[in-house]
């Protein structure tokens, strides 16, 4: 069936340096793509989200790239903090509201 | 704003005896909520789609029997899990829809002893 993944279960940086986290879904014709941070105990928060009609998007400290081509997301964060520290999931929009959540990538930043 | 609240935060209870979680989005009004399930080290597991004023739909392999939604406005929605058991101990996480994405509650620790 149509899911979505992520490459990496657990990345490991250096504090300061940039993350790279990545996910592939396979419904080509997904056309909203969502990043959650989800910090321990707590539920998921919104990072950034893109449209398929986009291939970057920019936030604070974040970018989010869509390659349609190959069907992959990645999500950049810029000079990772120890606050950065979390699990990450990218999520499809499958329509009517409804989310489908990649595996999630636990990032870890070394001070 | 788009704040969403659950209670209790974290539950203990004995196997057999059934807990109702709630789900208050407290800045907006949520016709559709969402229940998920999340075991440690996984993702979020869609459970079912609670819409305001009828029955919730739930995905496969969910028991409605087990797990009883209900949405009476468009603020609340509660999850009670029936007569439970210590694998039902988990995480559950509720979200209100906003336009396209979903804001998401702080979570309910599960635990059945």
Redesign the interface.
């Given at each position: 069936g149509e899911s979505v993944g992520l490459h990496l279960p657990t990345l490991s940086v250096q504090e300061g340096d940039n993350s790279i986290i990545n996910c592939a879904y396979s419904n080509s014709a997904s056309d909203?793509f969502?990043w959650?941070k989800q910090e321990s105990?707590?539920?998921?928060?919104?990072i950034i989200?893109i449209r398929s009609n986009m291939d970057k998007r920019q936030g604070q400290r974040v970018t989010v790239l869509l390659n349609k081509t190959v069907k992959h997301l990645s999500l950049q964060i810029a000079a990772t903090q120890p606050g950065d520290s979390a699990v990450y999931?990218c999520a499809e929009?499958m329509g009517?509201?409804?989310?489908?959540?990649?595996?999630?990538t636990?990032l870890s930043v070394k001070p | 704003g788009a704040v969403?609240s659950?209670h209790p935060s974290r539950v203990i209870c004995k196997s057999g005896t059934s807990v109702k979680i709630e789900c208050r989005s407290l800045d907006f009004q949520a016709t559709?909520m969402?229940w998920y399930r999340q075991f440690p080290?996984?993702?979020?597991m869609?459970m079912a789609?609670s819409n305001e004023g009828s029955k919730a739909t739930y995905e496969q392999g969910v028991e409605k029997d087990k797990f009883l939604i209900n949405h009476a406005s468009l603020t609340l929605s509660t999850l009670t899990v029936t007569s439970a058991h210590p694998e039902d101990s988990s995480?559950y996480?509720c979200?209100g829809?906003?336009e396209?994405?979903?804001?998401?509650?702080?979570?309910t620790?599960l635990l059945v002893l």
């Open positions: 909203y969502i959650y105990g707590k539920g998921p928060q919104f989200d999931f929009n009517g509201g409804k989310l489908i959540f990649g595996q999630g636990e | 969403v659950q559709t969402f080290k996984k993702s979020l869609l789609t995480f996480i979200s829809a906003g396209e994405t979903q804001y998401f509650g702080p979570g620790r």
